[in-house]
């Protein structure tokens, strides 16, 4: 069942939303060659705290960290630990928060130093595809709307995009109905309306769709150990068009 949420509940995300787009202005600021994931999880909880949420991803299902960090190769759902970032490397660094029980949820994809033309344009297809994406988010549309806007500005600029992992709606879970993937024909699935909340996330890879989840459990990875990047942001559907919450 798809919830709708009445201007209390947005209220709260939306607050949620702010802790996330300054944490990720945050973040963007602290990746440098040398730094661990381990820093930047550290960073991401107490600036959490410290703005007044809660992190939504430890614990989650036995997650053990604040942030997924994802390297080069890696998806989604990369553990942050020891691993120091090099100078050529990307990150994907996705990260939750929640404010009086309703959640925000959010990705970037940052280049560590310099780093090749190929990691350049994939990162900004990726978040070209996500802008794409939430401009379908409005009244009257499809789910699948979103979707096809996504696949289309992955694929015309000869990218791929992950079938696994899809978007989803969030609220006072992290993770609600509808499903959002980002592939698709439009025109199909539920409707929008007027006070959903859609957490839209394109995870595109630069070779094949195809990944694999590696023997910790979480970090997926590209089957052919080619790039991927990773953007999200929260939204709601409003009237006025879509309204993004977690927007630095």
């Not at 007044?52 to 604040?66: H, I, K």
């Not at 996705?94 to 990705?107: F, K, L, T």
Request: proline share 6%; with cysteine; hydrophobic share 45%.
């Amino acid at each position: 069942m798809i919830i709708v949420k009445g201007p209390a509940e947005l209220a709260s995300m939306r607050a949620a939303g702010r802790i996330l787009g300054e944490l990720l202005v945050r973040l963007r600021a602290a990746v440098a060659p040398g730094v661990t994931t381990a820093a930047l999880d550290a960073l991401a909880r107490d600036t959490i705290a410290a703005l007044g949420g809660a992190p939504a991803f430890l614990g989650y299902r036995g997650f053990p960290a604040t942030i997924c960090a994802s390297v080069n190769d890696e998806v989604v759902h990369g553990i942050p630990g020891a691993r120091a970032l090099r100078a050529g490397d990307i990150v994907g660094l996705d990260v939750g928060a929640c404010v009086d029980g309703y959640y925000a949820d959010a990705a970037v994809t940052v280049p560590v130093g310099p780093v090749s033309d190929e990691a350049q344009r994939l990162i900004a297809v990726t978040e070209a595809a996500l802008a794409a994406g939430m401009a379908q988010a409005t009244p009257g549309r499809r789910v699948s709307d979103i979707s096809h806007a996504v696949q289309t500005t992955v694929e015309a600029a000869g990218f791929s995009v992950v079938r696994e992992f899809v978007g989803h709606g969030i609220g006072a879970s992290l993770h609600e109905a509808p499903q959002i993937p980002n592939y698709g024909a439009p025109g199909t699935g539920p409707v929008l309306k007027a006070g959903m909340a859609l957490a839209i996330e394109p995870m595109v890879n630069a070779g094949r769709p195809e990944v694999e989840v590696l023997a910790d459990g979480w970090t997926a990875v590209t089957r052919d150990h080619r790039l991927s990047a990773h953007f999200e942001h929260t939204v709601a559907v409003t009237e006025r068009g879509p309204e993004i919450f977690t927007k630095p």
